[in-house]
DNA sequence: CGTGACGGCGCC
DNA sequence: AAAGGGCGCCGTCACG
């Protein structure tokens, strides 16, 4: 670890053995609030956080170095600071060199094998990466713009590792009950549920099929076509177009089918422990800037088991999500003043409707979800035409970068996050089709595949910078939460661990949603720095554009009260 | 036995 | 003619 003081020095800490660490920093956080410079909070936070130490700032190589491996701003300065040799893999196959960030924290302390004699100590090393990293931005296109994003990337390395550490406090006892009330009572090793059993033995009987095995997908398509129900897949949307006896109890059993394997018995057992729900966040995991996670699903939490998410005794949830975040933030990104308009001081759905641009709220919503993803058919189609006509700027930012995607180029987000390059056998594809010679065949395959890819781009500069602002509405409220911790009451909620207790700390995250744990006296307060907080997003994003970004807010005790 | 592709479906 | 973005995880099935 790094820090850097107050005057932009930077000096290394002291080797120091994992027991005296928290202490001391502890104890530096406390007397001069560094910026903390490390390779991955993944390794550091973690062990601090479970010693009761939270620290502020910190500067996390690996997350930076990923965004500043692709970002199109930066692609000048890149070659003029390439990686030091540490940070680059050995050439593979003739592959391209690339960035290699998770071998340089190998070399952090585990796995030393691979290391040269003649590489500099790990310190030193992370220093040199630290001042590539600086320089990069400096020389870029958008100094300013990945300063902030890189900034927000890094507290979300932060807020990853306290709300794996922190957990979701979770009732066992409430989320069996909702099992056993859809399921049945849990059955014994190796069985089917009760009610699931009851169900397939329904839908046996209404196809004359009683070998059919409902878990076998291609069982099951097979037995639907014999009976006569003329389906080319097993898929819900797809089985309720057809009259037969045997569907309502197939689509009941795919339902808790469902339930049992993704969030039953064995999920509870393997991811609930003391009243806590503790999946790994993957800051930046997808391409977008969007958070995934590993294990437990905890991004696919279905509306059914949210009720076992409950706050603890003396405690509230303070559940928040930015509504329609995605075209408030195209509205800005392409600086379209009357989309942003349709969403001031109201729904912005419901503004679309009062300015005549459609005529229903569900249109609305129809229309939109069409122009961000690309949609060209069916209601969703023929509704963006008009979207196009009331806002023809928003409408034309995300065209131009479906169009960059069409042909093979990279877009990026509003503050500097680029989109990968397709695939080798994308552009091969292309080039093959566009081949004197090439059949029609592979022509369509070629405009197919370019249209995928244009629409993923078009998608990807609004999802990618709506992910942009979710960070820096996180970052902004997790900095206020910490300030509010001075004058902690005496109620606690120990299974948070150390560093939570007594405190509001941020539980949870989900693209545009956030839960705040609270005790129940600081709710309100809370509720209030993270409404600030969104507003103070927009405008460190996006200055005096006057676009809003509401939330719909609700302080409960368990997460279903909510929304 | 493990691995990977696929169908399906949960969330945004 | 068809034309919806991003994920993770489950069970099944083919394969080595």
């Known amino acids: 670890m790094l820090r850097v003081d107050a005057g932009g020095a ?95 924290f190998e070399l952090d302390g585990e796995a030393p094998a691979e290391r040269a004699p003649d590489e500099p100590a790990t310190a030193a090393r992370v220093f040199t990466e630290f001042g590539r990293q600086q320089a990069i931005v400096r020389d870029s296109a958008a100094p300013g713009a990945l300063r902030l994003l890189l900034a927000a990337e890094s507290v979300g390395g932060l807020i990853g590792v306290e709300m794996e550490s922190a957990g979701l406090p979770w009732d ?28 397939a033995a329904e839908v046996r009987t209404a196809l004359e099929q009683p070998g059919v095995n409902l878990d076998s997908q291609a069982d099951l398509l097979r037995a639907l076509q014999r009976a006569g129900i003329a389906v080319a ?34 999920w509870l057992a393997e991811w609930v422990q003391g009243g806590r729900f503790r999946p790994e966040y993957v800051p930046g995991g997808a391409a977008t800037g969007r958070w995934a996670t590993n294990g437990g699903g905890a991004l696919q939490l279905p509306k059914q088991v949210r009720r076992a998410l409950v706050a603890d005794p003396g405690w509230r949830l303070v559940v928040a999500d930015a509504a329609q975040l995605e075209p408030r933030v195209l509205s800005a990104i392409a600086r379209d003043p009357a989309m942003a308009a349709a969403g001031r001081g109201r729904d ?20 939109i979800l069409g122009a961000l993803y690309g949609a060209t058919s069916g209601e969703s189609g023929r509704l963006v035409p008009r979207l196009a006509r009331a806002y023809p700027r928003a409408m034309a930012h995300v065209d131009t970068a479906a169009r960059e995607g069409e042909r093979g180029g990279v877009v990026t987000t509003f503050l500097g996050r680029s989109s990968p390059s397709p695939s080798a056998g994308w552009r091969a594809l292309q080039s093959a089709a566009s081949q004197p010679g090439a059949s029609a065949a592979d022509e369509r395959r070629a405009r197919s595949s370019a249209r995928d890819w244009g629409r993923f781009t078009r998608n990807f500069v609004v999802q990618g910078s709506a992910a942009e602002w979710a960070l820096c509405w996180m970052g902004e409220l997790r900095k206020r939460l910490m300030a509010m911790d001075a004058g902690a009451p005496s109620a606690r909620a120990d299974a948070s661990g150390p560093a939570f207790a007594g405190v509001p700390h941020l539980v949870f995250f989900l693209h545009d949603e956030i839960i705040v744990h609270s005790p129940a006296e600081l709710a309100d307060e809370v509720a209030g720095h993270v409404r600030e907080s969104a507003a103070e997003a927009g405008r460190l994003l996006f200055g005096d554009f006057p676009v809003e970004f509401p939330l719909d807010l609700a302080i409960v005790e368990s997460y279903d009260q909510a929304g």
Request: net charge neutral.
């Open 172 to 199: 066992p006892g409430l989320h069996e009950r909702v099992l056993e009330e859809a399921l049945g009572p849990r059955p014994a090793h190796g069985g089917k549920p009760e009610r699931m059993a009851e169900l």
């Open 233 to 266: 897949t097993t898929r819900r949307w797809e089985l309720r177009e057809h009259e037969h006896p045997a569907i309502e109890p197939l689509i009941a059993y795919k339902k808790l089918s469902r339930l049992l394997t993704a969030n039953g018995w064995a």
């Open 348 to 367: 912005f759905y419901a503004g679309l409707v009062d300015r005549g641009v459609v005529e229903h709220r569900d249109a609305a919503k129809v229309a």
């Open 10 to 104: 930077v000096d290394a800490l002291p080797e120091l053995d994992a027991g005296a660490l928290p202490a001391a920093v502890a104890a530096l956080e406390a007397a001069e609030s560094p910026h903390w410079v490390w390779a991955d909070a993944r390794r550091w936070y973690p062990g601090l956080l479970g010693a009761g130490v939270r620290i502020g700032r910190a500067h996390d190589l690996r997350l930076c170095a990923a965004i500043l491996a692709g970002s199109a701003a930066a692609e000048l300065a890149r070659r003029v600071h390439p990686p030091a040799p540490a940070w680059v893999s050995a050439p593979r196959g003739g592959a391209e060199r690339v960035p290699a960030a998770a071998a340089l």
